[in-house]
């Protein structure tokens, strides 16, 4: 079956710009997870969404960033007056607590964000 | 939140077991051990977990010392496509259930 899509693959855009990227994940799958990775770094935890629970925000760098999912499925992660530090590769994860092997996160292929 | 230590880079010959370590001794009773590895210019994927006990499956091995405050992934037989950057991971079962801290992993190459 289809994994998880992430949009667009490559941004680039300039300092103070805002830019929204984009996570479908498996069907199914109830949790949803960002992650940032900064070149040659580990990831960095950024948010999870849980079916309808409120989103554990904690791992968000500043209030520049934000994320939202829609109807349980969608998400976007919006982040605001762009800065040169927020170049990195911004992936998503998703994984399901309801059936099979719920400690196993799907990463999508990821979108590398370029901030002139 | 309990860390992960891991050397920076390890090298194996193709066709010989390799045994990537980590340490972990701050892991809390109910923290689960993950194993992750990321192919270059791919996402994370998922390679195997484990609690108290050695694990296996069709990726690899894990071994988890008897005080878990290490543990090993051990792949019998490795190849050129097992060449990534593998992270040992901590993942609470109660608490901090949602967060994987990757910390930067051991990146691992493998010669012909």
């Known amino acids: ?116 | 939140d309990a860390k992960t230590t891991q050397p920076n880079s390890m090298e194996s010959n193709e066709e010989e077991p390799v045994h990537l370590p980590c340490n972990h001794s701050t892991i809390s009773g109910t923290d689960y051990i993950h194993w992750y590895r990321q192919l270059p210019s791919q996402g994370p994927e998922y390679v195997i977990h484990g609690l108290t006990s050695n694990v296996n499956n069709r990726m690899a091995s894990l071994a988890i010392a008897e005080d878990r405050k290490s543990s090993t992934l051990i792949l019998h037989r490795a190849t050129l496509r097992d060449a990534a950057v593998y992270y040992c991971i901590l993942r609470g079962e109660i608490y901090n259930f949602n967060k994987f801290y990757f910390g930067s992993g051991t990146k691992l190459n493998v010669k012909p």
């Open chain 1, 1 to 116: 079956g289809a994994g998880v899509s992430q949009s667009p693959s490559n941004k680039v855009t300039e300092k103070g710009k805002d830019v929204e990227l984009r996570c479908d994940p498996i069907s199914g799958h109830t949790a949803l997870y960002w992650y940032r990775q900064s070149l040659g770094q580990g990831l960095e935890f950024l948010i999870y969404f849980q079916g309808n629970s409120a989103p554990d925000k904690s791992g968000l760098p500043s209030d520049r960033f934000s994320a939202e999912r829609t109807g349980g499925s969608v998400s976007t992660l919006t982040i605001q007056r762009t800065q040169q530090e927020d170049s990195a590769v911004y992936l998503c994860a998703s994984s399901s607590r309801e059936t099979g092997n719920y400690n196993e996160q799907f990463f999508g292929p990821g979108t590398r964000l370029t901030v002139l």
